[in-house]
């Protein structure tokens, strides 16, 4: 009597049934993973006492180190003297500023000094070559592969340094921490605080440095600039000399020519219009006839005023003696003849006039036209001296910017060596915690430690069991099967103790019929039993596998012993002709079998026996035929199968593996139904995959999984449904008890 894991049997693997839920689908499900983990508890277990034994170890064998912080502040120099008197400060250093500084701290060269300034190199512990050989350094010296006498060099010891020291930006600060770790505590807080000092000493060397050097740069430039300004000053006066360009009241001499014979010639053109004016005025009288004697010049003309005013007179008289005296009168003909003279003289006078005036329209001519020449020299000859001023001025401005320049100079000359006097021991970084002596070791630390190596031990652990399960080949429970599957679970074989010397699966049947092996062909028995084609039970049973050795062969010859012993009238057959191994298992020599009959060499009476341990008959495979495959495949092995029905009860397949021959794919159109023999936790998923995948395509018959060889300590591990024993009689206390 068994408890045994029958789900799902009664239909014994309708593959067209519905397939497993969405939740269950996948290779791989959580449960089987936490199924797995807690079956390899022993490996959680061990792993993690190897990690703790490694941690424990190590704490005993490391050595203790010490590790102390120095902080440094970069801030601008507020108590500089130089810049005492100024509301402005210096710009805050950036976080590229801090990193610039952070990278010249770890630099190699104040790192050589610090180890100058120690003697680092002379502590085992930063220079390698004063220690003492390990056991590796041993042998290589022992077979010359390495000198034994080492040489003390300087980077190796820098190195050694740098690898122990840590120089970092504290967050949200302009503090630079200098974290060092050695093990020895004293030198531990002195290495950070003598950094931080030679760092500080260093910025005010380079300050120094820089205040010297920009001195010196500023008087070399200013000595150089004192004779360009001398140069440029002489160019200048010696320019000004050769072209005559001096100035009086504002303006050269040139210049003041030029303005006043602009203000002659404008005189002299106003003149020569004036006189002109009157000459055609005159002119203009004569041509119309008009009398002359109206112009204004003759009207001013003292002379011709005289003359009219005896002309004036001489008329009157004549005019009065008239009255009295005839024209031929002697006195009235000489008063004629003196008024006729008066009158030429008075036209003599105006034409004195007229010619005056021509005169002075030729003189005011020639004037204008001095004048004009006198200027157009003056024009060309300011021209050229404009030219010259342009340049004089260009010059100037040179010895102007040569002296501008001197000065700044001079001014920054002396701003510096005040600086540089004042400023000499200032820096931009200040030492704002100095590194103390610890009083105990900071590594390691024996608690934290253990409650880390505790818990990276169980995650480690946990980690290579979860690999392990992930990457298992086969099949572990009937569950996973028809999840992954789709297909029924049909039982399990256990695993035959190995110590028992001759004890085989086959012979297990009849030495223990209530074992437990026994127990579980009966179960797959009690499947088969059940199997339904259509209206009728399952008669033909093929038994295959993926792969070799998973326990095929033994299970249809248990199978058969099985059914034969509960009175069934059954047979056998070896349908695997190609390394036939039926006859082995049940203990009967090789005889003639399935090929003979086949071929038509025997008949039935000639190659069916009966098996030595039971009632059930065997058929062997008989001689090797070149193409089993479609010998199987012929109607002639129909037809055998067809008779052997007619005659038992039930007929048992042995064919080769799946993966070996296409034998398979033969038999199953045959059979009724089809076990596929899985060894437990070996055959691959994958394999098997895909043999249901060859099988469900070469016919539709029902396939059922059944686990072989399963070590069912380590399968209850797994689950809590794998078969148990269960006596067969009670003992006379428990049925007195009952």
Not at 548 to 570: N, P
């Amino acid at each position: 009597m068994t408890d045994t894991h029958m789900t799902q049997a009664v239909t014994f693997g309708d593959r067209r049934r519905a397939a497993p839920g969405a939740g269950a689908s996948g290779d791989i499900s959580p449960w089987d993973i936490l199924r797995g983990i807690w079956a390899r508890k022993e490996i959680v277990a061990l792993v993690f006492a190897g990690f703790m034994a490694l941690v424990l170890f190590w704490l005993v064998t490391a050595t203790s180190t010490y590790t102390v912080e120095t902080r440094v502040m970069l801030s601008p120099r507020a108590g500089e003297i130089s810049t005492f008197d100024t509301e402005l400060q210096g710009p805050l250093p950036d976080s590229e500023t801090l990193q610039s500084e952070i990278q010249v701290m770890t630099s190699r060269r104040l790192i050589a000094r610090l180890i100058q300034d120690l003697s680092l190199g002379a502590s085992p512990e930063f220079n390698p070559a004063l220690r003492q050989p390990g056991f590796f350094d041993r042998i290589a010296i022992t077979f010359g592969l390495r000198d034994p006498e080492r040489i003390t060099d300087i980077e190796e010891i820098t190195d050694q340094v740098l690898g122990r020291l840590e120089v970092f930006q504290k967050s949200g600060s302009r503090v630079i921490a200098i974290v060092f770790t050695s093990a020895n505590p004293r030198m531990a807080a002195t290495v950070p605080n003598r950094l931080a000092e030679l760092y500080i000493a260093q910025q005010v060397e380079e300050n120094t440095s820089v205040n010297s050097e920009a001195t010196r740069w500023l008087a070399q430039q200013i000595d150089e600039l004192r004779i360009k300004v001398q140069e440029s000053e002489a160019e200048v006066e010696t320019f000004r000399t050769a072209s005559g360009l001096f100035l009086t009241n504002g303006s050269t001499v040139p210049q003041q020519q030029l303005t006043e014979l602009n203000s002659q010639l404008s005189s002299a053109e106003a003149d020569r219009a004036g006189a002109q004016a009157r000459l055609s005025n005159a002119r203009n009288l004569i041509a119309s006839g008009n009398a002359v004697n109206t112009a204004a010049e003759v009207l001013q003309s003292p002379l011709i005023q005289n003359l009219r005013q005896q002309e004036v007179a001489l008329r009157a008289q004549i005019a009065q003696m008239s009255e009295t005296l005839l024209p031929t009168h002697p006195r009235m003909m000489e008063s004629l003849a003196n008024l006729a003279d008066l009158e030429m003289q008075i036209e003599k006078e105006v034409y004195k006039v007229i010619e005056a005036l021509e005169n002075e329209a030729r003189v005011a001519n020639a004037r204008v036209a001095a004048l004009r020449d006198n200027l157009n020299r003056a024009q060309r000859r300011t021209a050229q001296l404009n030219q010259d001023d342009v340049k004089l001025r260009a010059l100037q401005r040179e010895a102007e910017t040569n002296r501008t320049l001197l000065e700044s100079f001079l001014r920054r000359y002396e701003e510096a060596k005040a600086r540089a006097e004042a400023d000499t021991q200032a820096a931009n970084a200040r030492i704002v915690s100095r590194a103390q002596q610890p009083a105990g070791p900071t590594s390691p630390r024996t608690g934290s430690t253990l409650m880390l190596g505790a818990a990276a031990g169980l995650i480690l652990a946990f980690l290579v069991v979860f690999l392990i399960e992930v990457f298992a080949r086969g099949f572990r429970i009937g569950e996973q099967i028809e999840r992954v599957t789709g297909m029924p679970f049909l039982g399990l074989i256990p695993e035959l103790d190995r110590r028992s010397g001759s004890r085989t699966p086959v012979t297990d049947i009849l030495r223990d019929p209530n074992g437990l092996y026994a127990e579980s062909i009966r179960a797959l028995q009690g499947n088969v039993l059940m199997a339904r084609i259509g209206n009728r039970r399952a008669r033909t049973i093929l038994v295959t596998s993926s792969v070799t050795g998973e326990g095929k062969t033994s299970t249809a010859a248990s199978l058969a012993r099985v059914f034969a012993l509960g009175g069934h009238r059954t047979i056998v057959i070896d349908a695997d002709m190609r390394a036939p191994s039926l006859h082995i298992a049940l203990g009967a020599a090789p005889l003639p079998g399935l090929s003979e009959l086949l071929t038509g060499r025997a008949a039935f009476q000639h190659v069916i026996r009966q098996e030595p341990g039971s009632p059930a008959h065997l058929l062997q495979a008989g001689a090797t035929l070149a193409n089993p495959t479609a010998a199987l495949a012929s109607p002639q092995m129909q037809w055998v199968l067809a008779a052997l029905q007619q005659t038992y009860d039930y007929v048992i397949v042995d064919s080769p593996a799946a993966m070996a021959a296409a034998d398979v794919q033969v038999l199953t159109k045959l059979a009724d139904v089809t076990v596929l023999v899985v060894r437990w936790s070996s055959t691959s998923r994958h394999v098997v995959a895909r043999v249901l995948k060859m099988l469900s395509a070469a016919s539709n018959r029902r396939i059922g999984l059944l686990l072989t060889r399963v070590d069912l300590k380590r399968y209850r591990r797994f689950t809590d449904t794998a078969i148990e024993e269960y006596p067969v009689r009670a003992p006379r206390r428990r049925l007195a008890a009952r």
